[in-house]
């Protein structure tokens, strides 16, 4: 299992750095400036001394740092754990629509919907699930089904989602 993430993770990476300047029809926006901002690469860079493509250089550090496995020690503080553009990446890469869900609840003393809980993988009553996002041909149900759990320990994590 984990010499295939390694693989996919090397993959997403590579794709995402070579596929930079391609427009995600979706968003209207490119590759390039989709994983910038969703990575929030602009906050770590250093502008006063660089000279040149800006936002080519914030791709080539994506791409020195995703292309490192995130399951590794590093010394350095960075996060390289995947998000939306590696999603939309491995959807291009493998053909498949990807769709992500959060899970919500209806209150009933507030009368609104909110965020359900899930506690040791398991929701609470009353928990259902609903489309975030999704990406790729999501013409088919058939494809990659993952769970964003806020948490509070991080920023969040990606759950797999098995049909029963």
């Avoid at 993430?5 to 590759?31: P, Y």
């Amino acid at each position: 299992q984990e010499k295939m993430s390694r693989k996919i993770q090397k993959k997403i990476s590579k794709w995402l750095f070579n596929n930079r300047n391609e427009m995600v029809k979706d968003l209207g926006i490119s590759v390039r400036d989709f994983t910038i901002y969703s990575h929030n690469l602009l906050e770590d860079y250093d502008f006063d001394d660089y000279e040149g493509d800006i936002y080519e250089a914030l791709m080539l550090e994506y791409y020195q740092r995703y292309s490192k496995f995130a399951g590794d020690n590093y010394e350095d503080e960075y996060d390289r754990w995947g998000g939306a553009p590696e999603q939309y990446a491995i959807s291009q890469i493998l053909d498949v629509p990807i769709y992500v869900y959060v899970y919500k609840k209806y209150n009933r003393k507030l009368n609104k919907v909110e965020n359900g809980k899930i506690r040791n993988n398991k929701p609470e009553k009353g928990v259902r699930l609903e489309l975030y996002q999704s990406f790729g041909n999501t013409n088919s149900d058939k494809g990659i089904h993952i769970l964003y759990k806020n948490t509070t320990k991080c920023n969040g994590h990606y759950m797999c989602l098995y049909q029963k």
